[in-house]
């Protein structure tokens, strides 16, 4: 069975440091693209961050790009989004989904995820 855990979320102020962790189960981990999405209460789901191939590639949505980072340890399962500088507008649930179509032109794409993880909040107070 496909399990996709996120971890880490909370509370925290506005300029401050979040890190999530997205831990995964039951299918070849290093053989999938694993995304970050988010969604905030009326928006649209969000891709934030992938890592992909191994390690080999990551990528980020221009709202993160220079704040967040994602990173993996392929002898634990897990995808990590080490998220600084967090601002009220990074608030949301965040979701960690697997792929194994994806790629660079095409990662930030929701309706390529079929396993996804139950969410976690995080919440950015000013």
């Known amino acids: 069975e496909v399990q996709l855990v996120e971890s880490g979320g909370g509370l925290v102020q506005a300029g401050g440091s979040l890190r999530l962790s997205c831990a995964a189960s039951?299918?070849?981990?290093?053989?999938?693209?694993i995304t970050w999405f988010r969604q905030a209460p009326g928006n649209k789901r969000e891709a934030v961050s992938c890592v992909s191939d191994g390690g080999r590639y990551t990528w980020y949505s221009n709202s993160v790009k220079g704040r967040f980072t994602t990173s993996s340890d392929y002898a634990k399962n897990t995808v990590y989004l080490q998220m600084n500088s967090l601002k009220v507008e990074d608030t949301a649930v965040y979701y960690c989904?697997?792929?194994?179509?994806?790629?660079?032109?095409?990662?930030?794409?929701?309706?390529?995820?079929?396993?996804w993880g139950q969410g976690t909040q995080v919440t950015v107070s000013s």
């Open positions: 039951g299918f070849p981990f290093d053989r999938y693209s």
């Open positions: 989904a697997a792929s194994n179509v994806v790629g660079t032109s095409s990662w930030f794409l929701s309706s390529l995820y079929d396993s």
